[in-house]
């Protein structure tokens, strides 16, 4: 933007010194420009900058995944709920990539499609696959037959123990360190479980009550088979449990995890988690 400025002022403002001002005449100039006339701009006037454009976003990162509910087959029957039950929590494992599929009903499983251990790598390989309400004897409201998994089983980017971090999914409190499950309450109201991480280390990382707050993202602990006395394969086991509210009272419930985690994963593989 260029600014025109009267050649009367344009006087006035040079006719001055730190003496005062000696050009106090205002008679209309004859022969050239005449007062009030507008001339070229003051060179040193600097035009206001251009805004900067705006950064495109990014492109959405794709993975290839199963749609909700589209269990293994044989291995049970998905939930139809397609709700976000959990809209905008970290994934919580640290770093992609990250495998959301069945530990049982996978290679190396309990009840396996074939010969293979668990770091067969068609377990360590796209695509995703949901296992809440595979076949279970747990109570699942969610679940067509009423029982099932209870979570998502999700394996780290490699079949190592204690290598990979678990991080919370929402700020919160840890209420509990159990011998295989640590539980946190979320700022939401959401309660979030992280299975089979490395236990030792979690009460190393978390020795008293007052170092149990976490925020999102904080490391928890490290992935691993930690299942009480036993072992079980490498993997997190994660659960949501958030308030539903089903022609009655209120109650915090297990909920379908895996829309959350397509959800946050696509953040995380976008730079955006
Ligand atoms: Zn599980």
């Not at 499609?113 to 004897?137: A, K, L, M, V």
């Amino acid at each position: 933007m260029r600014r025109l400025i009267p050649v009367g002022l344009l006087l006035l403002l040079t006719a001055c010194s730190p003496n005062g001002c000696s050009g106090t005449d205002t008679t209309p100039q004859t022969g050239g420009t005449a007062v009030g006339d507008t001339v070229a701009p003051d060179p040193e006037v600097t035009p206001e900058p251009e805004p900067e454009p705006e950064p495109p976003l990014p492109e959405p990162v794709s993975w290839p995944h199963e749609a909700g509910g589209g269990l293994v087959p044989g291995s049970g029957s998905g939930a139809a709920d397609p709700t976000l039950w959990a809209p905008g929590i970290r994934f919580p494992i640290e770093a992609a990539p990250a495998y959301a599929n069945s530990q049982v009903y996978g290679y190396g499983g309990f009840a396996a499609p074939g010969p293979g251990g668990q770091c067969d790598t068609r377990n360590y390989s796209y695509p995703w696959r949901d296992n809440f309400c595979e076949t279970r004897s747990w109570t699942n409201g969610f679940c067509p037959t009423g029982k099932g998994h209870q979570g998502q089983d999700i394996r780290p980017a490699t079949c190592e123990k204690k290598v990979h971090w678990v991080v919370a999914a929402e700020a919160g409190q840890i209420t509990s360190i159990g011998s295989y499950t640590v539980t946190v309450l979320g700022e939401s109201g959401r309660i979030y479980r992280y299975l089979h991480m490395d236990m030792a280390g979690v009460h190393a990382l978390f020795p008293t009550l007052a170092s149990r707050t976490v925020t999102r993202g904080q490391h928890l602990g490290r992935v691993s088979n930690d299942f009480g006395g036993s072992a079980t394969t490498i993997h997190m086991h994660f659960e949501i449990k958030a308030p539903v509210t089903e022609g009655g009272p209120t109650t915090v419930t297990f909920v379908p995890t895996y829309s959350s985690l397509v959800d946050s994963y696509g953040r995380l593989l976008n730079d955006s988690a």
